[in-house]
């Protein structure tokens, strides 16, 4: 699929910013649409069903926070945060709404265009996968076997707990797209108590050890600090 094929909604009030995110794109041969509120966002989003869309936070009329979750009601497309918010409960927040990926601004040209590639390849990829996991999810010399419920490094099973397993399963369906702490704790234990993000940090030293990753090594699971962690794509 060529990239001109790619439509990307860029809803953000800065004109400075909208012309420099349609110049950029469109050097690039995305077809962009352009939004200056929230229920201008969403007006174009449920007409023109773009692929990508790149959201402002900070809009006059509504928190960007309404439209992710406008989005999420009726689509999957993925969605990636621009924030001069650059504390981590406003990125935390955007990410457990649904967004994808955040971008805080200042940002760079190239920056900009690899989150953009990484999401669409991300939204192919778990079009392709369908949400039933299946198959085999392959990174570096790492491969998971979701049917045989199965963890190699170079051919060779690593034992995993039951609960290590799940977290790395979780990682692997979102490759690529960070999770937040909360998200994860809910998606294995069904829910959260204050000793929680402890229990999964503790998981995590350990599937970490079992992988052979050093810490600071991040060949396979990037931890983003104070905000959850992000499986590197396959």
């Known amino acids: 699929m060529s990239n001109n094929k790619y439509k990307v909604l860029v809803v953000e009030d800065e004109s400075n910013i909208r012309s420099f995110m349609r110049t950029i794109l469109e050097a690039n041969e995305y077809q962009v649409l352009l939004a200056g509120t929230c229920r201008q966002g969403e007006m174009m989003f449920t007409s023109h069903q773009p692929d ?8 006059p009329d509504r928190d960007g926070l309404e439209f992710i979750s406008f989005a999420r009601h009726t689509s999957a497309v993925p969605v990636i945060v621009l924030s001069a918010r650059a504390n981590e409960s406003d990125k935390v927040e955007a990410l457990d709404q649904g967004a994808n990926d955040y971008i805080t601004k200042p940002f760079g040209t190239a920056e900009l265009l690899a989150r953009v590639r990484a999401a669409l390849r991300n939204s192919r990829h778990s079009q392709e996968m369908g949400a039933v996991p299946g198959g085999k999810f392959i990174l570096k010399d790492m491969e998971i076997d979701y049917d045989r419920r199965l963890v190699l490094i170079g ?6 707990t039951q609960t290590e397993y799940n977290i790395v399963t979780i990682l692997s369906e979102h490759a690529g797209k960070v999770m937040t702490y ?3 704790i809910q998606a294995v234990w069904g ?3 204050s000793g929680s993000i402890k229990k999964l940090q503790v ?4 599937i970490r050890k ?3 990753e050093k810490p600071g090594d991040n060949r396979y699971i990037v931890n983003e600090l104070g905000v959850g962690y992000r499986m590197h794509e396959g």
């Open 191 to 193: 829910n959260a108590d």
């Open 203 to 206: 998981n995590m030293a350990n």
């Open 52 to 59: 990508l869309v790149i959201l402002d936070l900070g809009l």
């Open 210 to 212: 079992k992988l052979a």
């Open 182 to 184: 909360a998200a994860i």
């Open 155 to 160: 051919g060779r099973e690593v034992k995993l």
